[in-house]
């Protein structure tokens, strides 16, 4: 069985008993949600500027406040799994006076989104400060995707973005035959965030051997030509050969996906996996076994790791009616415990209203 998703109603009613516990019964006067994602195809393209193709979950995370005054602030978390203490007190950026990231090491993220936002109402601009408190404060070099499909996600929709404009074109995912599985390995890596970087790095390197801006602009005639071939080595040339592949394939796969071309889409998403496995490197035998096993099922179009690799989830598009036997399949053939979620196309970051 799919795990049960906890509703919106509950999460907001548990931060406000968290908030009036910790500050003098008085209830919040704000609430906002931000949904969770997977991506469905076009991995480790967006900080190569090129497409991704994620939704938006009915997983959120659930902020509530109140206005402090002067410039001190206090922020608490729920989360079970952040490092103690889980209630800190915090002086708001000023002008030469930043928020510095430091211990304990959950604040830092929620530290580098006040230092970097900015009140324009602008949604872009919300999901480029976002990324910035990742870079700054959190120490993950990351692309674009995760924060945009977060605040522009559209129920019932996938979002096609190019991470070079920042325009997205929202793809309908409403057939009712049909769901993208979510399979969580519950296995993550302790390299994850190191070798994202590296991997990062060898972007820019092999982009910059072909002498293009970044790898959305180049083809594989580029790759292919004898001079880039003589200068690139084994690693690079293989990083490469992924990203300008994968961005070609999510293109396909968003057509496909509009065109209801079921099999051709999930074709599209086990070369995306193999090409990570093997070409990027950046998947583990945990998620290779989840994507065999969901494959042996009938009913089952296609299956890829998803996300950064070295762990976390697998998305997998299937028939409606085949996710039971496939459930069991995976749970029967993944040696470790795998948790699953239905994934819903659901609405990005909002402003909720306390009753
Ligand atoms: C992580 C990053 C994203 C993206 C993916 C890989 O989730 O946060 O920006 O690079 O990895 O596609």
Redesign the pocket.
């Known amino acids: 069985m799919a795990s049960p998703v906890p509703s919106l109603g509950q999460l907001v009613s548990h931060a406000t008993c968290l908030f009036k516990k910790n500050f003098g019964d008085e209830a919040p006067k704000i609430a906002a949600c931000a949904p969770g994602r997977v991506?469905l195809i076009?991995?480790?393209?967006?900080?190569n500027q090129g497409y991704?193709l994620p939704m938006a979950l009915s997983l959120v995370t659930v902020v509530v406040g109140s206005a402090s005054s002067g410039q001190e602030a206090t922020i608490v978390t729920a989360s079970e799994e952040a490092d103690e203490p889980r209630k800190v007190d915090l002086t708001l950026p000023i002008e030469g006076f930043p928020l510095s990231p430091g211990l304990p090491h959950w604040t830092n993220y929620v530290k580098g989104v006040m230092h970097h936002y900015r009140d324009d109402g602008d949604n872009l601009s919300k999901a480029i400060a976002c990324?910035q408190a990742?870079h700054t404060h959190a120490g993950?070099p990351?692309?674009?995707?995760?924060q945009l499909v977060s605040v522009l996600g559209m129920e019932g929709h996938a979002l096609l973005i190019d991470c070079r404009s920042l325009e997205s074109i929202p793809v309908p995912l409403t057939d009712p035959g049909l769901v993208f599985l979510i399979t969580n390995s519950n296995v993550k890596h302790s390299l994850a965030s190191s070798e994202?970087a590296l991997r990062r790095a060898q972007c820019e390197k092999a982009a910059s051997i072909l002498r293009k801006p970044s790898l959305r602009d180049a083809t594989m005639n580029d790759l292919e030509a004898q001079e880039s071939r003589a200068q690139l080595d084994d690693v690079t040339y293989r990083r490469a050969c992924h990203v300008i592949g994968e961005i070609c394939r999510t293109l396909k796969a968003a057509e496909s996906l509009k065109r209801g071309a079921y099999q051709e889409f999930g074709k599209l998403m086990v070369e995306s996996h193999n090409s990570l496995r093997d070409l990027y490197e950046v998947s583990c035998k945990d998620l290779d076994d989840l994507v065999c096993a969901a494959m042996e099922v009938e009913g089952v179009f296609g299956s890829r790791m998803t996300?950064?690799?070295f762990g976390g989830c697998t998305i997998t598009l299937l028939k409606a009616h085949a996710i039971d036997r496939t459930i069991q399949n995976i749970q029967e053939r993944y040696s470790g415990t795998p948790t699953f979620y239905v994934a819903t196309p659901s609405e990005g970051a909002r402003a909720l209203k306390l009753s």
Request: with cysteine; aromatic share 10%.
């Open positions: 991506n076009g991995e480790h393209t967006d900080y991704v990324q990742e993950v990351c692309g674009i995707m995760d994202y996300g950064g690799g």
